[in-house]
Nanobody
Framework: QVQIVESGGGLVQPGGSLRLSCVASVISFSLYDMAWYRQAPGKEREWVATVAAGGATTYDDSVKGRFAISRDNAESTMYLQMNSLKPEDTAVYYC??????????WGQGTQVTVSS
């Protein structure tokens, strides 16, 4: 059974930093492209960043230069380092493989609140 657990969220002031973690108990984790998504209050869920199986990274323009996605295949874990946080980054953050096999899978997510 697939289990994906996000953690590391919290309350941070504007300009601050957080590091999110995503532990994914999926077979052959290293073969999957992995992504972070977020959903702000009253808005649709949106894509944030992807780290490919080979390590290449892509980002939404809204976080480019501030966020860094990475992965540790030995630990089946993905990370999202978030710097220079803004109030508009406030959202529940989710992670999962980008494969269509996980199309309808969403974990509980981790809440990030950026506020003074």
């Amino acid at each position: 059974q697939v289990q994906i657990v996000e953690s590391g969220g919290g309350l941070v002031q504007p300009g601050g930093s957080l590091r999110l973690s995503c532990v994914a108990s999926v077979i052959s984790f290293s073969l999957y492209d992995m992504a972070w998504y977020r959903q702000a209050p009253g808005k649709e869920r949106e894509w944030v960043a992807t780290v490919a199986a080979g390590g290449a990274t892509t980002y939404d323009d809204s976080v480019k230069g501030r966020f860094a996605i990475s992965r540790d295949n030995a630990e089946s874990t993905m990370y999202l380092q978030m710097n220079s946080l803004k109030p508009e980054d406030t959202a529940v953050y989710y992670c999962k493989p980008t494969s269509r096999s996980f199309l309808n899978y969403w974990g509980q997510g981790t809440q990030v609140t950026v506020s003074s």
